[in-house]
């Protein structure tokens, strides 16, 4: 689960463990280790920076009943939304541009994105995508707003709402390929085998040097 969080502006090594919920992450700055414990073993870690104070936040959604948990940087206070229903794939991103994280999912069934945006409070609900897509939002323009996208596996072909209103449909990649976006919130979440979130690799944080015996 990489991301931020100690706010240097280097990505940090992190992992998830299902088994126990333990969010295991080392701090680029100093090199220290830490965990916590945060979330469930069917969770999905959808960590962003819900407070915008340039740190990433632990964060989880539960799909069994479409919450989302976190604990901001800023004050260690936890949080509790609802926003998203069984089935639905957590796509958390800066859809609005001011800095923060937004809760948003899309709905394989319908290819609606549901995004509850941080500056207004204000939802906004879109179609974009086809059942069978995989969500990939990112921020393909540069404007500061993630972007709504999709990558549809049958063709390889990316699709990109991005705003005001240009799309776009680029092939690339094999449908045999797993879409990879910065982030990869999205990626992680993809319902599907490959991704079953059984990747749970053994660390040993019992030195200063980790090493990493994967499987
Ligand atoms: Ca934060
Ligand atoms: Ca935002
Ligand atoms: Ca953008």
């Known amino acids: 689960m990489p991301g931020d969080y100690d706010g240097d502006g280097k990505t940090d090594l992190a992992v998830w463990r299902p088994s126990d919920g333990k969010w295991w992450i080392i701090n680029s700055s100093t090199g ?42 800023s004050n260690w206070n936890w949080w509790s939304i609802a926003w998203g229903n069984p089935g639905d794939v957590p796509v958390p991103g800066d859809y609005d541009g001011d800095g923060k994280t937004d809760l948003a999912v899309w709905r394989p069934s319908s290819g609606m994105w549901y995004v509850n945006n941080s500056t207004t409070g204000q939802s906004s609900s879109t179609q974009y995508g086809l059942q069978g897509d995989v969500p990939v939002p990112g921020d393909y323009n540069g404007d500061g707003l993630t972007d ?68």
Not at 162 to 180: L, N, R, Y
Not at 199 to 213: E, G, Q, T, V, Y
């Open 32 to 73: 220290q280790s830490w965990n916590v414990a945060w979330g469930w073993s069917n969770d999905i870690p959808v960590p962003g920076d819900y407070d915008g104070d340039g740190k990433t936040d632990i964060a989880l959604y539960r799909p069994a009943d479409g919450s989302w948990k976190g604990l901001y940087s």
């Open 148 to 215: 709504l996208a999709v990558w549809r596996p049958s063709t390889g072909n990316w699709y990109v709402y991005t705003t005001p209103q240009a799309w776009s449909g680029i092939q690339w990649g094999f449908p045999t390929d797993v879409p990879v976006v910065k982030g990869s919130a999205a990626n992680v979440s993809r319902p599907g085998p490959r991704l079953a979130h059984k990747f749970a690799p053994h660390l040993h944080f019992d030195s200063a040097a980790p090493n990493f015996p994967m499987g």
